[in-house]
């Protein structure tokens, strides 16, 4: 299963961006789904995640308040809502997909994944 993730590109701090999660064989809607980012030189880290049927969700402290996650899985689309975008989130932003609710902030437990889509955020 390959997801496509799309939406990045370049904007300024304060600014907002969608990212969309799909893929062609309607997998998606079955999956539960994350964002995770990478920046230049760090480590892989997770931003958010999302249950299968939208029912429950789970942010890390740095999006919380900033960052939504949605899903419509008749459109077979995770979206990424990120508001108030600071310097700090430039990353290349990738989705992933698993079966299971669990360990959901844990890059290993996720079987399937996307490209990857950049997010420049100008200062």
């Known amino acids: 299963v390959q997801l496509q993730a799309s939406g990045g590109g370049l904007v300024k701090a304060g600014d907002s961006l969608r990212l969309s999660c799909t893929n062609s064989g309607r997998t998606v809607s079955r999956l539960a789904v994350a964002w995770f980012r990478q920046a230049p030189g760090k480590e892989r880290e997770f931003v958010v995640a999302?249950?299968?049927?939208?029912?429950?969700?789970y942010y890390a402290d740095s999006v919380k308040g900033r960052f939504t996650i949605s899903r419509d899985n008749a459109k077979n689309t995770v979206y990424l809502q990120m508001n108030s975008l600071k310097p700090e989130d430039t990353a290349v932003y990738y989705c992933a997909g698993k079966g299971m609710w669990w360990s959901v902030n844990d890059t290993a437990k996720y079987e399937y994944w996307g490209q990857g889509t950049l997010v420049t955020v100008s200062s």
């Open positions: 999302i249950n299968h049927n939208g029912g429950a969700t």
